[in-house]
């Protein structure tokens, strides 16, 4: 991978997604603090904590985000990552990244939430993750239901594939918005006996 990824960066060398100057993801000039997080109208039921680092109304990182899910590379979800403190992340905590359907994992040839998963082993090494939570039912895109459709069409989507059920999850996924896929998850964690269900996501949204 680190092949793959040092070809790209020299046939696609990172540019700023503000300028297009070329070097890093974001210029000197635009490398400003991220908006950080505010807090939305998502509620939880089965999630026990939620952190997310950054507002995805931040320009910024909204482009980077996209950039990140369009272009097969780990190094946006690292630079996004390093600009956070997952040193802060309890290493009881088992990560779990938010799944994709297989057939969307195949259309995009990865799953961000992976790739942010990894960028955090990489800055906290004491984090481990498993790749056990998978979606079995492709879902249609929660933006377009309503909010009686988005709790049907979470349903039954999740399974555990892994011989062992960790006691305490941390979910790690790009963006939230309305927080229904999240919950989902962490009800279906529940249901198979996890105590805990945290959540670490890179970008909030508007619910
Ligand atoms: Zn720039």
Redesign the pocket.
Known sequence: MKFLNDTLNILFPPK?V??S?TGQW??I??DTPLKPATSNHAQYKYLDNISAQFSYSDPKVQKCIKQMKFRFSADIADFLVQKTSPQEINKDLMLVPVPMHWTRRLERGFNQSEKIAQALVRENPELEIKYSLKKIKKTKRQSQLTKAERAKNNQNAFRWKGATIPEKVCLVDDVVASGATIDAAAAYLKSIGVKEVHAWVLARGGA
């Open positions: 700023c503000l300028c100057k974001l210029c000039n635009h």
